[in-house]
Structures are given as C-alpha cells and as structure tokens.
C-alpha cells in the first residue's frame, strides 16, 4: 500500500473523457475517509485527459478514498493508502494558536517574517530559479504572491504563459495599468494546466526551504481581465485552484492585495468579498489561513470611508494589514483576537513610489516594533538603476536582493529564535513607553526591549514586573552583536546606555 | 496727555485700602472708551495698597478710562490717553487668521515654532538671564510656560517665591510629584504680587524678542495644592491673572498642561474645564489664543476613551496637542477647521522617559513634516548628566541649550520666511506619498518637498499640478545647505536624487 507522511500529499490520477469542455462540464469529487470521518474534497482536470484528486491527510493510519463523478470512467474508483508519522522537519500548516499568534500543526513555533515577490513565478526559468536561491540564503517563513501575472509599473512584460487559454487581444495603452479589460481574449472557462502546475512546483520547492506561500488570488494589478471575471467565474476559479493546491500544507490563501483598490477601479465589488471568503473557506478541505488585505491605511487617510475589510467575519484568520502606523499593533491584536500581519509597512528601496523608498534601517527599525509588538512582518525590496528599468526587481519579480535589511532581519529572526521566543507577547504598549518596542517570551522569563533610534542614555524600564531581576545582553540591531551587559536590571533601577543607534536589550529573569 | 502705540500696555495705578483681604473684598473695573465703543476690564490689587488696571488698546485715537469700585478711592477716577500706529516691530498679538493658520493682528505672518521651559520663570535669577540669552540665540517664536512652579523629577527645588501667600507645610514625599497637596499651608485666596511681577517681566522681555508665552494656567505637577485649589479659588486666580496679564499683547491662554491627567489624579475634574475655558474667554477682553492640551494621544492609546478634549467648543482658538502621529496634522486641521499646534512631538535628549529621548535628528524631521503639514511645533531638549542631576534641563528650567536640533530648526524657520511661505498649505498628504511631507505657500507658486530619512533615488511629483514648470533647490535639512538643483521638475517627469538622508526640494512655479 502506498504510504505517505502525515500533512504531505496524497494524489489520486484518473484518465478520463476530452469531450466538451472538462473543467466546467465534469464533476469529480472523492471521499477520503479514515476511522469513519469521511472528508469529499474536488478533484480537477489536468488537462490531456488526466484528472486529478488531492488530499493532505492529517491523520495517522489507513485510508480509503473513493471517486464519485457524473462521467462513469471517473466514478466509483477506489482507492487506499497509509499514513505515517511526519519527518522531523514536517511541521504540518501554519494555524492560529491561542487565538492572537501562529504555530505549525505539530505546535512548534512559527512566527512570521515575510517576504514580497509577487510575480516571481512568471518570470524566465533564470529569475525564479535564483529566487529560490536568494530565499534559501536567508531566514524568510513566508512570500507573498500572486497566482496572476501582475500588471504595474516595472511590470510591462507579458508572461510566457498565461492562467487561462487565449490570448491578449488588446494592445496595452501607456498609463491603463489597471485596464479595464473585459474583453482580452481570454477563456476564464479553461484554466491552463501548465501554468498552475510551474506555480506549485514553485510551491513545493518553498515548502522544501521552510517557506510559506501567502499567496494572493486576486489583484487590482491586472491588463488580462483576470480581476474582471465576474462572480461566477471567481467561484470557478477558486474551486479549481483549491482543488489542486489545498493538499499544499505551506499555502495561504490571501484573497487580495489591496480589495479595496480593486472596488474603487470596478474590478471585484466590496459586497461579493463576503461570498468569496465564505467559499474558500468552506471549499478548502484543510483549513488553510485565509485573510483580505487592505490599500487604504484607516489612520492615514482623510477619509475615513476607505476602512480596512470587516476582519471580525469568521472566515478570515487573522489580519494581513497594509500600514505604516505600526505602533497600533497591540491594539488590533486586542481589537479583534487575531492574529496580526503588517504584510507592507514599506520597502528597501529607491523607488519612486513611497511604499517602496525606505532605507535599510528604516525597514529593519519596523520589523522589530512590529515583531516586538507581537505581530507578523513582511519584508520587501525595491531598489532600481533607473526609473522603468527592465532588470528584476525582488518585490515584483523576485531574483536577488540588493539590500541590507534582510541581514538585519536574519539577525531578529535568529534572536528570538535561539532565545526561546515561541511567540511574542507585546508588552509596554502605551503611556511613557512610545518611543520602545517592548515584547516577552510567553512566560515572560526573556524580554526585548528595543530603543531604536531614540537615545536615552539614562532607561528606567517601570514596566517591567515589580520585584524581579534579569541580566541583560546589550544588542545592536544594525552592528548585529550580542555583547554582555555588565548592569543588573530590575523595574525601579537606572541603567546607563551607550548613546549609539538601534540598540536594544536582552532580558534574562535571574 | 500720555500716548502709548497700539497693542501696548495702558496701566492706571491707584492707591487704596489695606484693609481685610483686598484681593477678594475689592471690587475694580475700568470702562475704557473711544469712538463709544466701550470695554469694560478688571482690575487688581499689586500689593500694599496699590490697585492697577491695565488694558491694551487696539485702535488709534483718544481712549477715556472711568473706574468703579465698591470703595470710594477707587471708584470713579479717570483718566484719557492717546494711541498711537504701532512702531515698526510691534505686529499686535497673534490670531487665527483664515480659521486654519495664524497671523499677527496686523497681518503679517505667524507660524508657530515653539520651545518648551515649563518653570524657568521661578529658576534662579542667573537661569532666567541664560533663558532670555538663549531665546536670543534662536528663531523660536513661542515658549510654553507655566504660571504655577513645577513639581516633577527633575524639578524638585523649591522656587525663591510662591504664587500664593503661605508656605509648603508638608514635607514631599519620594514618589508624591502628583502630590494629594489638598492642606498645603498655602492661602489661595491672597496672590503673591512678588510672584506675578516676576513673571510679566518676564512676558515683557519675551515680547522685546519676538516671542509669544504660550501660559499654562494648571498643570497637573504639582506638590503645593496649585491644582487641588476648588472651582471657585481657580476662577478667582484666573480673574487675577487675567486682569494682570490680558494686557500683554504676546500672552496665549494654555488652559492645562494635560488636563486628562489632571482629572485622573483627582485634580481639576474633566467637567470643571468647559466653566474654566468659557470664563476665560468672557473675561479676557484683548481675545487672547486659548487651547487645552492632552496627556493621552487617543490614536496610539488601546484604551479610546482617554480622548482629546472636545477642541470643538467655541472659546478654543487652537488645537494644542501632545502626538507622536504628525502624519494626522493635515487630517485634524480638516477636522476642526482650527489652527493645530503639536506643542509636544518628543524633545531631543537622553533623558529615561520616551518623550524625552529623540535624537536631534528625530527632532528636526518632526519639525519639518509638522510645518510642513500645515501645524505649528514645539520643541524642546532634555539632556542630563546622569539621572536626578540638579542642573537646568532646557525643558523644565530653561538655560542653555546642548543639543543641535534647534539649529535645523532656525534653518527651516529662515527658510519659510525668505520664501514668503506666510502660512503652510498643507498639500499631498495621502495615498502613494505618505512618505514625504509637502507643503506650499498659499498661492501654490512654492513648495517643499520633504524626503526626510527616505531614499528614493528617482521621483516623480505627480501631486504637482499639472502643465506648470518649477525650478528648484536642493535642500539638505540637516547639514543646513540650500543648493541650485539643475532638474526642471514638472508633475510627469521623473527626476534624479543623490541617495542622502534629510533631503528636501524647494520649487519654485516658472
């Protein structure tokens, strides 16, 4: 019998009828059972007349599986397999755990540290093989990307392959970035099994490297009309993505970068996100993590219409916000009992554009007040030789990075690693603290105060617990040193501190 | 017959009784007249049997003046005095101009660069000599100040003088800077005219500079009893300063430093402040600036109910704000239609606590993106030797200056002015440039771009308008430098930037 490790992937391969249109015209499901708790799942067409089913099994031991179709060659078939164990490095999916942070399904430690390359999987072979060698050189758990090709400035070629079959019709004017593309050319009723099957590859590969896929089903940053397909064809689409990428325990579903720019351009109304949601939730087999990200930045902006999506629904897991305001991190994780992600608080780079022209300090002072904070990060890079540039740049298109911040972010990563940080409880959050990003390991027994760019050369840390001492390790962010700190810290003593920039420390309870 | 310039001090003294309590059992008021327009003010008792009205006159002409009193020497006297135009450097006091910004009642420009030294007024004689030197020195325009002495760390000494008659019947205690100071020894019903002397002669020499006293009239540190003084002793006191100090054309009427602590620590309760602030209002007869300023800043704060003062009510001028989010400046102005004052941003120091640790740079960005948002801005400098130090702290004391962001700030404060910025127009303050601060002058012929720390090597100003030229000027906030900039920029035209920290460009409409 074949056996498989618990959270990986079983696939069931069935031949099958050409005839008509086979991704809309047959019905393929299976039921996957074990102990009696039978789970139907889609299966979906693989184009040449192979159809398929997949599953991650969660459960050790034997299952059965059996097909149920409206075609007979595909009905009835059975099937079984065994599962076993997972390997060491097997952690299973990301999940919420104790409601405001994350671990993997085996309940060791996960917290985010993101990345951003949103098209990286349509680019020449070259680009995403050397993405995939610029992640594996560094510490990032997650990359947000699309399953669609991206349309936007430094984003001006056509891929080699396209999600659906036909072709793009319409010749792109100069500034239609956001095209209103409703009639390209392309089929929104046949999918192209290539394309889906370049993209998890790609995804198994990040599996391999540790690395979640956030990956983001729909986008404003479209000339195809791939962001105007209408509900019917969105549901369409989302049943067959699900049904071949749900059995991919390192998938996030990120419903959209930026929903609400897709409402105000008339590509996905703000009311059918709602129907959207609730479907992938209930389509997805193996509840995978499933959020809506923002354009619009509520604090920022004088209109106080352009709010964030209802995060409260009960088919979104945790928050995956766009914002500079990243002091309020506590409060939304208060707010609304979820986890949450800062997935762009702006990026290393020089671009034009002011999400994308911070400096490498700059980036890696928000990781830690966002981290410290007790929320998830996302990095990305943006830097270019010369405006319109045709080179990858890594937020689009990944390739290599040319920056620093990523070092600095290896550095947190490896800190709170090693220091026993399974997840961080955001502490001193408000009052005389502002100006500190201060977290604890859960049982409060380590903490981090960072400093920053401030320069109190005199600290009285009073929101530490009353009573208590701790040694300390004095850190410097930038430097990335860890050096002895030869004074005792209790909550009512002075400290002396060398007035130098992004220092913090570390706190050990004696 | 006498003359005196507009906008100076007309002052009759009187002699009068000794007897009971005069401050309390005297009545005097002053009915001053021209063109029968009558203006009916207070007077006050300066002390061994001398009474005093003062009033400062706005328009150009002969002015009668006729007393009343509930006793005979005082009652009916009178008087007449000329007023002459204003000499050259004698502007009038500072209004709202325009509902949103600030102007000198003789129209010319106002924007509010402030500095901050709470109790320099009761410092030795010697730190207020420094304190006026130091003013000398640098371009700023406000400095808030409060009436009362100060108790906090750092501000344990004891003044030479008290404002009330009595003396500190309690010994402090270690942690008591909020002091429950209700039976204090102190008798808040006879002022210490010594007191008050002092402290106009002092508003006098800061009007000889050019600089407004942005006067606290409570604050919350105290150990005297000063802000545990009952409704009816706070409205007498307000009566007499009022009465003591209207005349003085450069006073602003600083209702509370942090009214919302005030109440928390059991104070001046939140209710009390909208009897205070009309009372002020109705007895101020030269409309003085008037603003109630906050502890709790309401976007950073998870508990929402420590908000703002309702800045909505008719007798505030002005917000006076203490906030971290200066991004929000352009949006608060918006909201109120009221000038906003980010009166406390952080001061550049290394004291222990996060309102007092910036750097200088951090100082100096916030200055440029609060100006240039349309708000005025205070700062102010904390920098000690080593925790309790006795030495003058710019902040509290007054003094001398250590730090260097005040030099950046005259730098912008020149800068504005040799431009002919008369108010800042606040411009693209959202969407994809949240990174810079911009602002123009009123006519829109000049503007500042402000990168700050960014880096973007290439822009484009698409926030421009459209069709018009500029040439431009690079500026360099932090070395202080103003170069010729060799790119035309117009609104669809990229240009090129030297990747360096604290840039701006000033343009200049062809």
Redesign the interface.
């Known amino acids: 019998m074949e056996t498989i490790e618990k959270w990986k992937r079983y696939e069931l391969t069935l031949k099958g009828s050409t005839d008509g249109n086979p991704f809309r015209d047959v019905e393929l499901t299976a039921t996957f059972n074990i102990n009696n708790h039978p789970v139907t799942v889609d299966g979906f067409y693989d184009g040449n007349g192979i159809y398929k089913v997949r599953y991650m099994p969660e459960s050790i031991g034997n299952y059965t599986v059996i097909t149920h179709s409206n075609i007979s060659e595909l009905d009835g078939k059975t099937a079984s397999f065994e599962v076993t164990e997972a390997s060491h490095d097997n952690h299973g999916p990301v999940r919420v755990s104790g409601k405001t942070h994350f671990a993997y399904a085996d309940g060791s430690r996960y917290i985010p540290f993101g990345t951003t390359a949103y098209a990286w999987t349509v680019q020449p072979k070259k680009v995403q093989e050397e993405t995939l060698a610029t992640l594996k050189e560094n510490k990032f758990n997650k990359i947000r990307m699309l399953v669609f090709p991206k349309s936007y400035s430094y984003n001006e070629e056509e891929p080699e392959l396209y999600p659906f079959e036909g072709f793009l019709r319409y010749k792109r004017g100069a500034n239609d970035w956001i095209f209103n593309a409703k009639e390209t050319g392309f089929d929104y009723t046949r999918p192209n099994p290539k394309y889906f099957r370049n993209l998890e590859n790609n995804i198994e590969k990040l599996d391999k490297l540790g690395i979640e896929a956030d990956l983001i089903l729909f986008s404003p940053y479209d000339r195809w009309g791939f962001a105007r397909m209408g509900l019917e064809n969105n549901l369409e689409y989302l049943k067959y993505i699900i049904a071949r990428l749900a059995s991919y325990k390192n998938v996030w579903w990120a419903l959209a970068n930026e929903y609400d720019l897709m409402d105000l351009v008339g590509q996905i109304p703000v009311k059918d996100w709602d129907e959207i949601g609730r479907f992938v939730h209930e389509k997805d087999p193996s509840q995978h993590l499933e959020s809506i990200h923002n354009f619009y930045?509520p604090?920022?902006?004088?209109?106080t219409v352009k709010n964030w999506y209802d995060h409260t629904k009960p088919w979104i897991t945790h928050l995956s916000i766009q914002s500079?305001?990243i002091?309020?991190i506590?409060?939304w994780i208060?707010e609304y009992q979820k986890p949450v992600v800062d997935d762009e608080c702006?990026y290393e780079?020089?671009?034009?554009?002011?999400?994308g022209?911070?400096?490498a300090?700059?980036m890696m002072d928000n990781f830690w007040r966002v981290i410290l904070r007790g929320g998830g990060c996302t990095h990305g890079e943006t830097y270019?030789d010369?405006?319109r540039t045709k080179r990858p740049i890594w937020w689009a298109h990944g390739g290599k990075l040319y920056g620093e911040s990523q070092k600095k972010i290896n550095f947190l990563y490896n800190l709170l690693k090693e220091n026993g940080f399974d997840w961080v409880k955001p502490q001193a959050?408000?009052g005389?603290?502002?100006?500190?990003a201060v977290g604890s390991t859960p049982d409060e027994k380590k903490w981090i105060v960072y400093i920053g760019?401030?320069?109190?050369?005199?600290?009285?840390l009073s929101f530490l617990p009353k009573g208590k001492k701790y040694s300390a390790k004095l850190i410097n962010a930038w430097d990335e040193t860890i050096e002895e700190f030869d004074q005792e810290v209790q909550n009512d003593k002075?400290i002396h501190l060398p007035?130098k920039?992004y220092q913090a420390l570390l706190l050990t309870e004696k």
């Open positions: 930045d604090p920022q902006h004088k209109d500079d305001n002091f309020l506590p409060k208060e702006r780079g020089n671009i034009e554009f002011g999400w022209d911070n400096t300090k700059g270019i010369k405006p959050t408000s005389p603290t502002w100006e500190l760019e401030n320069q109190p050369e005199f600290e009285i002075y007035r920039n």
